[in-house]
């Protein structure tokens, strides 16, 4: 009888694409984070700049493990899951710890 080591070989995900700096407003689902980041959009007819905030899922592999507050850098890659396809690379600095709670 063959034995199963239960040990798989964990490839990391390939980065393509994009990459982005954003700050993380939410850690509670498992191994993935929301990250919001500010979007500046030029409004030509009006010769404006209109303020904007996009929230992006992204993937929290276990040896990252990004918290709420965090400033991270995230990158593209393939379709993880339906609203996933961004995966957390590095976290750039912690967040301050909340004495307030």
């Not at 912690?94 to 307030?100: G, Q, R, S, T, Y």
Request: net charge positive.
């Amino acid at each position: 009888m063959a034995e199963e080591t239960g040990n798989k070989q964990k490839r990391p995900l390939s980065i393509r694409g994009a990459r982005i700096v954003g700050r993380v407003v939410s850690d509670k689902n498992k191994k993935t984070v929301v990250v919001e980041r500010d979007v500046t959009k030029k409004i030509t007819k009006y010769k404006r700049l209109a303020r904007s905030r996009s929230r992006i899922q992204a993937h929290n592999p276990d040896e990252v493990g990004a918290k709420t507050g965090d400033i991270v850098k995230i990158g593209e890659t393939r379709k993880i899951s339906k609203t996933k396809s961004w995966v957390v690379m590095e976290i750039i600095s912690k967040a301050a710890d909340e004495a307030v709670k």
